[in-house]
């Protein structure tokens, strides 16, 4: 299995962003996956600015760009690229066949024992990338961050 190291730049979910999400891949309201998403990414840029890295966060952030086949547009001016799927890797754009097969791949490594090291010190980072497929994808489950009463626009 196939993880790429994690350092997440900042994004802002732009309205741009939001009309590339293929309708196949959520399965929740698009309104509240991108909640979720901009939750993920605030979230994320608070505790970087607080020196922490928040695994959990990263997770949901991973997820969601993957998903909304995204692309990442780093602010220190590197290259833009396409969110990589966070379990596989995959560069590939995610789809509905692709989306089941990351939840599968995702739920097995969750389930693996003894837990592997890499995988051991991203405290809650599985959780998140299978918190944030059970909801989006299979419709089971909470969102995997608090939604506020109403979304953003």
């Excluded at 995610?94 to 090291?117: D, G, H, T, V, W």
Aim: positive net charge; glycine residues 6%.
């Amino acid at each position: 299995m196939s993880v790429a190291a994690v350092t997440l730049m900042r994004m802002e979910v732009t309205e741009q962003d939001i009309a590339r999400i293929p309708r196949g891949n959520v399965r929740v309201p698009v309104a509240e996956f991108v909640e979720v998403w901009r939750a993920g990414e605030r979230r994320n840029e608070e505790q970087t600015a607080r020196g922490v890295r928040d695994w959990y966060a990263a997770g949901v952030i991973m997820t969601c760009r993957w998903m909304a086949t995204a692309t990442v547009r780093p602010n220190d001016g590197r290259r833009w690229y396409p969110a990589r799927a966070p379990v596989t890797s995959r560069t590939r754009g995610a789809y509905e066949e692709l989306i089941e097969a990351e939840f599968l791949a995702a739920e097995k490594l969750a389930m693996k024992q003894p837990r592997p090291a890499w995988l051991a010190k991203r405290v809650g980072w599985i959780e998140a990338v299978c918190a944030t497929l059970r909801w989006a994808w299979r419709r089971s489950g909470p969102a995997p961050l608090e939604l506020d009463a109403a979304p953003e626009r």
